[in-house]
């Protein structure tokens, strides 16, 4: 009895929820993200017709976040998890077990076309000039890999073809590409590769053309699936939102030429697809993990490597304590500028995707000496 009345009860609720957001007022859908920018992107698109919530809470680095068992409940009637993939939040997996049978889990980093970047797990070797492009090795706890290098920072559509290693221990990523915007990107994930070494670098959400050709139609598709009947809705966001993305672009890229140098230094290696965008490049960084301290070898290499490419600043983030980096920026004569790969909505200077760009734009000019200072 009881049973049957619950049933009735769902069966009721269900076609409620379907008959209003017919009429465009019915319970906004609900969906998750890993992160808050995937979040800015979603509420973009999603508008009042959505509800979306980002399970790394602001100034929380997503590298060392583990969820708690509360953050079950936040996905609990959600019809959407949208992740980064690819063993960034990996830590994701442990939610899902619990999550509602009618959640669906999207991993941005395979979508087609996204061109993930390698993650970055050999920049003394580059930066030093120790190598050329071509093959390398690497050996980090053990676990050798053989790492196809590319560093060409104009050449978007470079494929990135991944070499297998010698002893089948990692998953490969097919690429393939054809230069007329029909490549593929199959970035499969590596869940059991260990805590560091992420086969590619997860902040693809800093670059605002790959949120517009990539994640916005990944996210649009998606949530049309969810909510057919706003489908007229979502298409009209996207349009718009489209429009924006392209000239916040040029925005970046107009404040960028201005800037008297190209050479930055990051707190982690967060902005790999924002450099290549704009034609910067990183000289050295601080942590090479998220949240693991850099050793007295390493800090002594990016002081002399600082010193030699003039770098006058060290780009710090909010999510990760700058002691360290004031203290080397500190032995080179320079100072700290802060950016934030992550964003936080109550901060009104970064809460919203555009507003986070906008603020790294500018911490980015600071740093590499804007003329408009
Ligand atoms: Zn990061």
Known sequence: MKRLATALLIGAAGFWMTAHSALGSGKPIGVVTSVIPVAYVVEELGGERVEVKAL????????????????????????????????????????LGAAPA???????????????????????????????AGAKEEDHHGEKKAVAKKEEHHDEEKAAAKKEDHHGEEKVAAKEEDH?????????????????????????????????????????????????AGKAYYQKRREDFHRRLTALDQEIRGELDKAKSRKYIAFHAAWPYFAERYGLEKVAVVQEFGGEEPTPREVANLVRDARAAGVGAILVEP?????????????????????????????????????????NTRAFGNALGSKRN
């Open 319 to 359: 999510q990760l304590n700058p002691r360290v980096a004031q203290t080397i920026a500190a032995e080179f004569g320079a100072g700290t500028v802060v950016v934030d790969p992550v964003g936080d909505p109550g901060d009104p200077a970064r809460s919203s995707y555009e507003k986070l760009m906008r603020f």
């Open 56 to 95: 790394v809470p602001p100034g929380a680095s997503p590298h060392t976040f583990e969820p708690v068992p509360s953050d079950m409940r936040r996905i609990a009637g959600a019809r959407l998890f949208f992740v980064i993939g690819g063993g960034f939040d990996a830590w994701s997996d442990k939610l």
């Open 180 to 228: 007329h915007g029909e490549e593929k990107a199959t970035a499969k994930k590596e869940e059991d590769h260990g805590e560091e070494g992420e086969e590619f670098n997860p902040h693809f959400w800093l670059d605002p053309i790959r949120i517009r050709d990539v994640v916005v139609p990944v996210i649009v598709e998606h949530l049309i699936e969810a909510d057919p």
């Open 102 to 132: 009618g959640l669906e889990t999207v991993h941005l980093i395979e979508a087609r076309n996204l061109n993930p970047l390698e993650g970055e797990d050999d920049h003394h070797g580059e930066e030093h000039g120790e190598e050329k």
